[in-house]
């Protein structure tokens, strides 16, 4: 059992913590699960194109939803159970909504966005809008 000092300063932090301690349990014991996961990505930006990676093993490229407005991409998709006959001994697996926004900062040239789905990794490259590219300016005396 671990022991907490009880914070004067503010009494609403012990609260908190012990909501963060609940949810935490009830998570790890399966009774609630999460309505949607973020999967795990990487972005980077060599300066002209956003560069996306996503984790998104186990679910079909039709069943991929992927779509830019303005300078945010979203990625959607829902897993499914698989029917089995008989009953589990574990279940670890998640079947659930996977959906995950990025606002990435600069407008997105949407007509030029170019997505690839290969081995459970969605690849997405979103070039900068040419107004939103970086240029040089030049100094006049």
Known sequence: ?????????????????????????????????????????????????????????????EKLDVQVAGEVLTIKAERKPVEVKGSYHRRERRWDQVNRSL??????????????????????ELPRSPEARPRKVSITA
């Not at 699960?33 to 973020?38: A, D, H, N």
């Open 103 to 124: 606002t990435l900062g600069d407008s997105i040239d949407v007509d030029n966005v170019h997505a690839t789905y290969k081995n459970g990794v969605l690849e997405v």
């Open 1 to 61: 059992m671990a022991f907490y000092r009880w914070s004067t300063s503010n009494p609403f932090n012990e609260l908190q913590r012990l909501q963060n301690e609940m949810t935490r349990l009830m998570h790890n014991s399966g009774v609630v699960q999460t309505p949607s996961v973020l999967p795990p990505i990487n972005v980077y930006d060599d300066g002209e194109v956003f560069h996306v990676r996503a984790e998104l093993a186990g679910l079909d490229k």
